[in-house]
């Protein structure tokens, strides 16, 4: 796979898996503007609560469906995961109760959760090494493109004037399987992983996957780079892996890796959860802007997050990723603190605290979506999806409470001295990130999964 140059088979990859990220963002939005309230008679708690419970969702199907990533292939798990999401959370459209609506959004997540850990996995073991970074980061910071245009949507359908109240909000929720039908079409055309193949004891399957994909990459006119004979390497089928020895290969044969995944995971969904959440909050209660334009002041701040990851993702590539890690998430936690100090001065006004979201979440957004990146790199290729889906977990378990946090130091808005301190924590708690990153993460640009991490099915060659 490393040795294939750029050709639209890869880009078929970018689309076919990509688009999940698109999905999520677009689903979250389509939520969180809560058109279905007034018809479901739910309170603004029971609306949080459906956030919550689709989250829990997510958690759920990363954990159950990147196991089964590992043991029964990429592709059937991005197949299935995606079904699961688009049977859910078209039928969440036809609520007619809050409780039929919680039960639909936790199996939407769920789908969205199980593509996490499968889709990510994917990525990684049919993209070229020199491409890898800038892919997998472009890829996920594709979620505020979805985000804008669930934003954009809600402008249009939760319009009185265009849908009356008990249509509106069903349709968002039929935006999302729309598109998705055409993406699963297109999956069935994307091969299983060569490499998960021939951990599994399917060689003449995974040889076949590779002469059809460098066969079509060549049709193409891609041009291969010759075989390099020292980076063979032989391996042996292997069973599901126990977890005992995950929790092995986690805290005893690789704990510094394991410390940059957690701290990375974590600290950027912190940040994200307390100011995503409670963005609106703040705009209204200290800048006195309307609910209904809240939508607008949103549009840069997801444009911000879009361009992060598309302008910087090939940075990681080239100059490497500590050092890219550590810049993002510095430069993110110095401009977020620039602007608590100017906040808690009382110079800022709705417009300009927007400017420095979008520029601080520029360098953010890059950064978060490189901790998928490095904790699918960093750890072996027989449990990369159920890594993912662990960090992924803690990921949102620990940014989970920040929301609760940051509404309570937001308050009525009569006091700027909470929020500030807020601030400062969250650009502190993404600087430590950034530290940590550059001080025991791994070199991994530009080189196969294979020499940055040894499988655990290799065969050592008899001496």
Same mark, same amino acid.
Do not use: D, E
């Given at each position: 796979m490393d040795r294939l140059p750029w050709t639209r088979f890869h880009w078929? %990859?970018? @689309?076919? &898996? /990509?688009?999940?990220?698109v999905l999520d963002g677009l689903e979250i939005q389509i939520v969180a503007s809560a058109g279905f309230q007034k018809e479901l008679h739910m309170s603004a708690a029971e609306v949080g609560l459906a956030g919550t419970i689709y989250l829990l969702g997510q958690i759920a /199907?990363?954990? %159950?469906?990147g196991r089964l990533s590992d043991k029964l292939g990429r592709k059937k798990l991005f197949i299935l995961t995606l079904a699961i999401y688009l049977v859910a959370s078209a039928v969440a459209g036809l609520s007619p109760n809050m409780y039929f609506l919680f039960f639909f959004r936790f199996f939407a997540g769920m789908g969205i959760g199980g593509e996490y850990a499968a889709i990510n996995s994917a990525i990684d073991e049919l993209i070229p090494a020199h491409y890898r970074g800038r892919v997998d980061i472009a890829i996920n910071g594709t979620y505020w493109g979805g985000a804008a245009l669930g934003s954009a949507a809600n402008l249009f359908l939760l319009n009185p004037d265009i849908f009356t109240e008990n249509i509106g909000w069903r349709i968002g929720f039929f935006? $999302?399987? @729309? &598109? $998705? &039908?055409a993406i699963i079409y297109l999956r069935r055309h994307i091969p299983e992983s060569p490499r998960w193949l021939m951990t599994h004891g399917r060689e003449k399957e995974a040889e076949a996957t590779v002469d059809d994909i460098e066969g079509r990459v060549e049709r193409e006119g891609g041009v291969l780079t010759p075989v390099d004979p020292k980076l063979a390497i032989t391996v042996k089928a292997t069973a599901s892996i126990p977890f005992r020895q995950i929790l092995h290969i986690l805290f005893k044969q690789y704990p510094k890796r394991t410390l940059v995944g957690a *701290? !990375? !995971?974590v600290t950027q969904s912190f940040l994200y959860n307390a100011i995503f959440f409670t963005y609106a909050l703040v705009l209204q209660n200290f800048y006195g802007t309307s609910p209904s334009s809240t939508q607008y002041f949103f549009f840069p701040f997801a444009l911000g997050n879009l361009l992060g990851p598309l302008l910087l993702g090939h940075l990681f590539d080239v100059w490497g990723r500590r050092r890219m890690i550590f810049l993002t998430y510095g430069i993110s $936690?110095?401009?977020l603190a620039v602007s608590a100090i100017l906040f808690s001065a009382g110079t800022l006004n709705a417009a300009t605290q927007t400017i420095f979201w979008c520029v601080s979440f520029f360098f953010a957004s890059a950064g978060a979506s490189s901790a998928y990146l490095t904790v699918s790199e960093i750890f072996p290729l027989e449990i990369r999806s159920q890594a993912i889906s662990y960090f992924f977990a803690l990921g949102q378990i620990a940014g989970a409470g920040a929301p609760l946090l940051y509404g309570i130091l937001i308050g009525d808005g009569s006091d700027?001295?909470?929020l500030t301190f807020g601030y400062f924590l969250g650009a502190g708690i993404m600087i430590v990130g950034g530290i940590v990153a550059l001080v025991f993460g791994v070199d991994a640009e530009r080189r196969s999964l294979e020499? %940055? *991490?040894r499988p655990l099915s290799v065969v050592d060659a008899p001496k």
């Open positions: 078929s %990859i970018v @689309v076919g &898996l /990509g688009f999940s990220w /199907g990363a954990i %159950i469906f935006i $999302g399987p @729309v &598109l $998705g &039908l *701290t !990375m !995971m $936690g110095v401009v700027r001295g909470p020499s %940055i *991490t």
